[in-house]
């Protein structure tokens, strides 16, 4: 089961996550991902959560999360730590990444206790600063500009903040 590493969280997953850094296996991990903060399998997902509501996300009483994104699967979110998909057939590995490190990762953070952002985040002077925006609003776009300019890139399209500690901080996306 191949290894990523996405905001520090070391992820096992059946599918391909192009986006994040893929991580060589730790000494004594098995093939299933044991030192895994996150496991994204394949599998069957209920149609409805008990005690949910909606039809694109249902958030069970027990936190639960399905996700159903038409012509590329849904999602079952458990606990911060458990995906399991069932992909649409025919989908793309790459479509299928897309949204495994956007909407469900964002979801997964927030079961986590951490605090996901639309947003992209550039680092500039020791100092993080995040653009959130509607899909196509220029946040990538601006971040692309920055970086021009010598500045680094923590995060495009999901900015992770952790409010744990004293003051909040940013969870670059990949490290560097």
């Known amino acids: 089961m191949p290894k990523y590493c996405l905001c520090g969280l070391r992820i096992a997953s059946d599918f391909p996550l192009g986006g994040a850094s893929l991580v060589e296996d730790e000494a004594g991990a098995d093939a ?7 496991r994204i399998v394949a599998g069957s997902v209920p149609d409805r959560l008990e005690g949910a509501r909606g ?14 994104i038409r012509d590329v699967g849904a999602f079952l979110v458990e606990g911060g730590r458990h995906v399991t998909v069932a992909a649409a057939p025919g989908v793309s590995e790459p479509k ?6 956007g909407t469900v990762f964002g979801f997964l953070c927030h079961q986590r206790g951490l605090f996901p952002l639309h947003a992209s985040t550039i680092e500039i002077g020791g100092r993080a600063f995040s653009f959130a925006g509607d899909s196509g609003a220029g946040k990538s776009t601006t971040a692309a500009a920055l970086i021009e300019l010598g500045h680094t890139l923590l995060s495009d399209d999901i900015s992770v903040i952790d409010l744990s500690g004293a003051q909040p901080m940013i969870l670059p996306a990949n490290p560097t």
């Open 55 to 68: 039809t694109r996300f249902q958030v069970a009483p027990d936190g639960a999360v399905r996700v159903n």
């Open 32 to 38: 299933a991902g044991s030192h895994a903060d996150i």
């Open 96 to 101: 299928l990444a897309l949204f495994l490190l």
